[in-house]
């Protein structure tokens, strides 16, 4: 037996060395080894893409680049998927790349040679021709400045006499030399986005500020690297220069020219097919068309977990009322199955510390148990939530607020978001396109908001002068969301928001409308204008102004431009920039507040003496109707009010503004979630002084 078995170990290790030694032979090629590279960083590709990437171009190169990947077939290093006709590389040729890189590496190093470690991850022997190319690919640079520019980097190399570099050290020389040099916009395309390490060493310093986890950090470094390209190689510099100054504000600059601000969806069309994603997100579960209470429920968590990453300040959600309805006439627990799944999607991902809200829209009129239900459903939420990241918006177009007050009283005393319209409307005010109806998505750009007060202090008490500033601070504003139009529905249909692509047909049905945010109006007609018995008139025109400004520009772009007076992250960042640089006795003084107007505000406590006539009441019916009802009408509840109190102010709001939104502070134990800690004391339930 032992005779037997001698030969056949003996072609076993014959036949091993032989392919070693082949595989071997396959390294031996640097194409065979660009093939390998392409496929391991770019995933699966056609023959013709391959071939593409590989530099085989021409024709007459055709070839020869079959010849190296029949080379890499043969040895199983690469192999065919004939179904999709794609070519991907195998775990053998992964290893065989990485081992490569690791002779490649050591060789550099043992040489004694000047090397780099680069960005991605391995160490490459110097080699000054690419810095050439990279400045002519990467910054568009001429060719012959860029080989002068790689003259002088290279001389202060060698003048360092060191053996060692990094890609980041090579990059900040050509970016000096650039500057140097005068040549400034080449130098914002080649530079390094990033945080310095002292930030970074103060982000983990003060974790305990942080309550997003891990998931926090990871978000808030890419925000503030989307944030520096935006700013410096995507908006114009005069758009750019205005934000950073304070003429107007730009929220959400980290995911700005890749998600949408406000959608509009009908939950109908999104779920009875079932979740498509078209091959984005494996590990997202996809639930079949909801043919029971259960079904709903499930699908219902996926759908808002998936949709709240792809917009960056709310999504409305239409349509759930009557598929509520149509399950709880087969005796279904429907109430149980949308309150799990509001609990459930609480901890979908978010990107900034206030997550995209989730808003839910509820049109009285309709099935009255299924709204009770919904309403029941999203009060247990709100119990169990410290801070809702869900909310509800009420249509009372076709009901009476008092049928559901009562329910929407204890939802605000526990902190819950609700609003009021008549129409398809978002909590944050921004009112629906016309062609929401009709069954197509509504997407709403927005995130710009208009410095007013700065525009009016700064026109010296002119006011025709200050609309003239307004007109010229919209028109490269305009310019740049329609530029964000494109960039967002470019990047949409290549997979980037894979639900809103898919749902979309890859955007062909859709609709887009641009919403210009116009903060302090009244501060700046009233308070540093100084415009007395003509405030009203001089409001109207510089809306006026900066509407026609917009339809104008709308006609040419082709898009729905509106301006708007909404809620906004701006109203204190503005007014806090506009006293340090003029002084509160110059500018803040005239505004009793520490922040920014935004839309109307109205006391609870003054609702009973006005009527339809009276001037708040008017005055924000005419500005709605100018704005096409984007204005935010906000009724500020004190502290603490109790649910029958809270129900007398929204009844009497309803019978005087169309679309309200009633507005308490809750503050709750960031702990144990109790609500209504009063202010300045410990939590009564856990003792806790984490207050939110």
Not at 218 to 224: A, K, M, N, V
Request: hydrophobic share 40%.
């Amino acid at each position: 037996m032992e005779a037997q078995s001698e030969p056949r170990r003996d072609g076993l290790v014959k036949s091993t060395s032989r392919r070693v030694r082949m595989i071997f032979s396959v390294m031996a090629s640097p194409n065979r080894i660009d093939i390998l590279r392409i496929l391991n960083s770019k995933g699966p590709l056609t023959y013709s893409e391959l071939k593409s990437l590989a530099g085989f171009r021409s024709k007459k190169e055709s070839g020869k680049f079959a010849y190296h990947l029949r080379k890499l077939l043969k040895q199983s290093l690469v192999t065919l998927n004939r179904s999709e006709k794609r070519y991907t590389i195998t775990n053998l040729g992964k290893l065989v790349l990485s081992l490569a890189r690791q002779i490649e590496e050591r060789s550099i190093i043992e040489s004694g040679k000047m090397y780099v470690r680069t960005s991605h991850e391995s160490i490459e022997e110097f080699k000054p021709y690419r810095i050439t190319q990279s400045l002519t690919r990467e910054g568009g640079l001429p060719p012959e400045l860029a080989q002068k520019i790689t003259e002088e980097v290279e001389n202060r190399i060698y003048k360092y006499q060191t053996t060692y570099l990094t890609g980041s050290l090579i990059r900040e020389m050509v970016n000096s030399v650039l500057l140097e040099h005068g040549n400034e916009e080449y130098r914002n395309k080649l530079a390094r986005l990033g945080l310095p390490v002292y930030d970074i060493n103060e982000m983990l310093s003060n974790v305990v500020n942080e309550d997003n986890g891990v998931e926090g950090l990871l978000f808030r470094t890419g925000q503030e690297v989307f944030a520096e390209h935006l700013l410096t190689n995507i908006l114009s510099k005069d758009v750019a220069d205005s934000h950073l100054s304070g003429d107007l504000h730009i929220t959400n600059p980290g995911v700005w020219s890749m998600l949408p601000d406000t959608i509009f969806v009908n939950i109908r069309d999104l779920l009875d097919g079932g979740i498509d994603l078209g091959g984005k997100l494996p590990d997202a579960a996809r639930p079949c068309a909801p043919k029971s209470a259960d079904d709903l429920g499930a699908l219902l968590s996926v759908a808002i977990s998936l949709l709240s990453r792809e917009a960056s300040q709310e999504l409305v959600i239409d349509g759930l009322v009557p598929m509520m309805a149509r399950h709880a006439r087969a005796g279904a627990d429907v109430e149980r199955r949308i309150a799990d799944a509001l609990v459930t999607s609480s901890v979908a991902p978010k990107y900034n510390s206030r997550p995209t809200l989730v808003t839910l829209r509820v049109p009285l009129g309709q099935d009255s148990k299924a709204v009770a239900s919904l309403l029941a459903a999203y009060l247990n939420y709100a119990r169990l939530t410290p801070t809702p990241r869900v909310g509800i918006v009420i249509d009372h177009s076709r009901g009476r607020v008092s049928d559901v007050s009562g329910a929407v009283s204890e939802i605000v005393a526990l902190g819950g978001h609700v609003a009021f319209s008549k129409g398809v409307s978002s909590w944050g005010g921004i009112v629906a396109s016309p062609h929401h109806d009709a069954g197509s998505l509504s997407v709403h750009l927005g995130s710009v908001s208009l410095n007013l007060p700065r525009l009016a202090f700064e026109s010296n008490k002119d006011e025709v002068y200050f609309r003239a500033r307004l007109a010229l601070l919209m028109t490269p504003v305009l310019e740049s969301m329609a530029h964000r139009k494109k960039a967002i529905s470019d990047l949409t249909r290549r997979g980037l928001n894979p639900l809103l692509a898919k749902n979309t047909q890859y955007m062909q049905k859709i609709t887009f409308t641009l919403d210009v945010n116009v903060l302090g109006l009244r501060e700046a007609v009233c308070d540093i204008l100084q415009c007395g018995d003509r405030s009203d008139a001089v409001m109207q025109k510089v809306l006026e102004t900066a509407i026609e400004i917009a339809s104008k520009k709308g006609k040419e772009t082709g898009d729905d431009v509106r301006v708007c007076m909404v809620d906004s992250d701006a109203t204190v960042r503005l007014a806090a920039l506009d006293g340090a640089k003029y002084g509160k006795n110059s500018l803040i003084s005239a505004i009793d507040a520490e922040s920014y107007s935004a839309g109307v505000s109205v006391a609870a406590a003054d609702l009973p003496s006005l009527t339809p006539k009276s001037a708040p009441v008017a005055e924000a019916a005419r500005l709605s109707a100018s704005l096409r009802g984007s204005l935010l009408v906000s009724v500020n509840l004190p502290e603490g009010s109790e649910p029958p109190a809270i129900r007398s102010a929204v009844e009497a709001a309803a019978s005087l503004y169309d679309s309200f939104r009633p507005s308490m502070r809750v503050r709750t134990c960031g702990e144990c979630g109790h609500k209504g800690v009063a202010a300045g004391s410990k939590c009564p339930k856990c003792k806790s002084v984490c207050v939110v």
